[in-house]
């Protein structure tokens, strides 16, 4: 089959997906699915091999994938049931003081985001954003946005977020060198972005119906979501917090420079690798977040095993969804649909970087999920990848890129834009010159400082 063909195949499978998600409004995990069937018929991959194809795409994804999004699901979900997101942003609050109060809020966010996931971590901090927006009288809006923005950096471009997780999975980065290239990244990017939404106008803005309205209506000492900031005196303190979203990420980082040390085919090179491994260092947490939270909080053995298993169900869908989004990129590639894609795209001389972030931010913009554009994006873009034959960490910085493309261009078919306009009061419309251009302005800073960083090291 000619590359014109193999490419017109993809072009369409990607606008039946779009078209059943969106306007059909089919379940994307199911969705993912008959698109994957299709195209692995469509392009002449022998009958028997289809469904083997589209299990090993399943199992590749699902099997670091699952480990590392349920372990840190379920390290977020101990300190939220224990009020350590309160505890953590009143505690930068009161050292930097309610002059700096979206400063504080916003660095709170990004700490917290790391093992949250954006939906629940923005509804963990909306009473404190409204509480702290009443208390130093500034508007919520100045400190909801930037926050929502920081926690959707974090989710898209960090592992254990399903996307960057699955991402390196397919494209063959190792996780522990992502995180560390990423967060930095992240990091200024937040600080960048944070400065540009304070010109983003909200003060002639309405808000209507919403927690936020009734939260600066009431009364903030009164037993309303306010009252949590005084209430929860049992919950951990911001230093625990810190350490125990920390911890993973210091295991990781320890696990990925040792390796970097020493003979790959030496005993402590495996030693590292092992210690490392990031579904090891986010089970090493869990079970001190276990026994530190579960202690401080008086919890009962049973309590304790029962907050961790409510963890598990809010990520169930966004699991079967990445599995889905790994068959689909499994028959793009067996297919030689990537190979098709490396050729032309090396014919046109356009950056697989640009590449990357450009398809990225399309299918985000297209069909609302950041997670299956950046899914649907690492499976278009394996092939030509290995054919760039880039260093592991040019890798990185290209799949980090495009993780940055799922940031940008939130709007009415993203589940994260009604989520923050309705916690926050806005209208479609506000919402769209809010949100909307927050999220593309970190999206394109995130692309750029990466791109920037990939020019250096090439």
């Not at 997906?17 to 969106?22: C, D, G, K, P, T």
């Not at 909801?144 to 923005?149: E, F, H, I, K, T």
């Not at 560390?180 to 808000?207: C, E, N, Q, R, W």
């Not at 402590?268 to 947490?285: D, K, M, Q, T, Y």
């Amino acid at each position: 089959m000619s590359a014109g063909m193999l490419l017109f195949i993809a072009a369409v499978a990607v606008a039946v997906l779009l078209f059943l998600v969106i306007k059909v409004k089919m379940s994307a995990f199911v969705g993912l699915l008959l698109v994957a069937l299709g195209t692995a018929l469509a392009t002449g991959i022998p009958i028997g091999d289809v469904i083997p194809t589209m299990v090993e795409g399943m199992g590749k994804t699902l099997g670091n994938v699952m480990l590392i999004v349920g372990l840190g699901a379920m390290l977020g979900r101990l300190i939220e049931v224990a009020g350590g997101a309160e505890s953590l942003a009143r505690y930068f609050t009161e050292k930097l003081g309610t002059t700096r109060v979206i400063g504080a809020v916003t660095i709170a966010a990004f700490i917290l985001g790391i093992p949250v996931f954006f939906d629940v971590g923005f509804i963990i901090l909306a009473p404190i954003i409204f509480g702290f927006a009443k208390v130093a009288k500034i508007d919520p809006l100045k400190i909801g946005l930037p926050v929502g923005a920081v926690m959707l950096t974090v989710h898209v471009a960090l592992p254990p977020h399903p996307g960057p997780v699955a991402a390196a999975e397919i494209l063959g980065v190792d996780a522990g060198q992502m995180i560390m290239v990423a967060l930095p990244i992240s990091a200024v990017t937040g600080v960048i972005g944070f400065f540009a939404a304070k010109f983003i106008k909200t003060d002639k803005i309405v808000m209507g119906p919403s927690p936020a309205a009734e939260f600066l209506e009431g009364d903030l000492d009164s037993g309303s979501a306010g009252g949590s900031l005084k209430q929860k005196v049992k919950a951990p303190g911001a230093f625990t917090v810190t350490a125990l979203i920390l911890l993973p990420i210091l295991q990781i980082m320890v696990g990925t420079v040792g390796t970097m040390q020493v003979d790959p085919d030496s005993t402590a090179h495996s030693v590292f690798s092992f210690i490392g491994a990031a579904p090891l260092a986010l089970l090493v947490a869990v079970i001190v977040a276990y026994l530190v939270i579960g202690n401080q909080q008086k919890w009962s053995l049973e309590k304790r095993g029962s907050v961790l298993d409510s963890a598990l169900p809010a990520v169930a869908v966004i699991v079967f969804v990445t599995g889905a989004g790994g068959v689909f990129a499994n028959v793009l590639v067996k297919s030689g649909i990537g190979d098709a894609l490396s050729n032309a795209l090396f014919a046109t001389h356009i950056p697989i970087i640009l590449m990357g972030y450009v398809i990225a931010l399309a299918l985000r913009a297209s069909q609302g999920s950041a997670t299956v554009a950046i899914l649907t994006s690492a499976g278009l873009l394996a092939a030509p990848m290995v054919a760039a034959g880039y260093t592991p960490l040019q890798s990185t910085l290209v799949t980090i890129a495009m993780c940055f493309g799922g940031l940008g261009l939130s709007h009415i078919n993203d589940s994260g834009f009604w989520i923050v306009t309705k916690y926050l009061g806005l209208t479609v419309k506000d919402g769209i010159k809010t949100w909307t251009v927050l999220t593309t302005i970190f999206s394109l800073t995130g692309f750029v400082l990466t791109a920037i960083v990939f020019a250096l090291v090439s």
